[in-house]
């Protein structure tokens, strides 16, 4: 708990259990533990209980569980340190396809300073390994269909774009702080 709250700054310490964190997220049903529950692991020392659950890879980082804190605990950025965490230590990814579209997420975030809906999903898809289960299967007829109903309503645009040169110097003061 001292180390995550001396890299963090984030006092988890300060949590009482009130369990408000778990009764918001919008995810519970796919985790194996609850958001109270890794706080208190991280609050009794349990560093590698903590960093093998598949929790802190399924938090969608909504914050939800950091709004609804009444201790004003950023659950959500611990969750976030616990990931950097589990991979400096080389724990195996318990959701490895989870992981692959964050990294192509925030690649696409670092190139242009925001999502391009075209491109994120075929580097997904050809990341996580996606692609070639569905082309054995035959199942990307249906997302090749999705794709064309959203570019012929306008909702998906051809070409990226980015944005202002003062928003990507922002950006990247932003994304220094994290390895994200």
């Known amino acids: 708990m001292e ?15 009130c369990k408000k964190c778990t009764n918001g997220c919008p995810v519970t049903f796919a985790m194996d533990i609850y958001p109270d529950q890794v706080i208190r692991l ?10 093998n659950c598949s929790t802190v890879w399924v938090c969608s980082a909504c ?4 709004t609804r804190c ?5 659950i959500a950025g611990v969750m976030d ?18 992981y ?4 192509v997420f925030l690649d696409d975030i670092r190139r242009r300073g925001r999502i391009f809906e075209g491109g994120l999903l075929p580097r997904y898809m050809l990341k996580s390994g996606e692609m070639w289960r569905k082309l054995r299967t035959l ?7 999705l794709a ?11 070409r990226p774009r980015g944005i202002s040169m003062k928003g990507r110097s922002e950006l990247k003061k932003l994304l220094s702080k994290s390895s994200g």
Request: net charge positive.
């Open 70 to 74: 009444p201790n004003e605990i950023d």
């Open 42 to 51: 991280l609050q009794m020392g349990q560093k590698q209980a903590v960093l």
């Open 81 to 98: 340190y616990l990931k950097e965490q589990a991979l400096k230590s080389g724990v195996a990814l318990p959701q490895p396809r989870t």
């Open 3 to 17: 180390k995550v709250e001396q890299d963090s700054g984030i006092r988890v310490s300060a949590c009482y259990q």
């Open 100 to 103: 692959a579209f964050h990294r």
């Open 139 to 145: 199942e990307f007829t249906g997302d090749l269909g």
């Open 63 to 66: 914050e939800t569980c950091t």
């Open 148 to 158: 064309y109903g959203m570019l012929r309503r306008g909702r998906m645009p051809l």
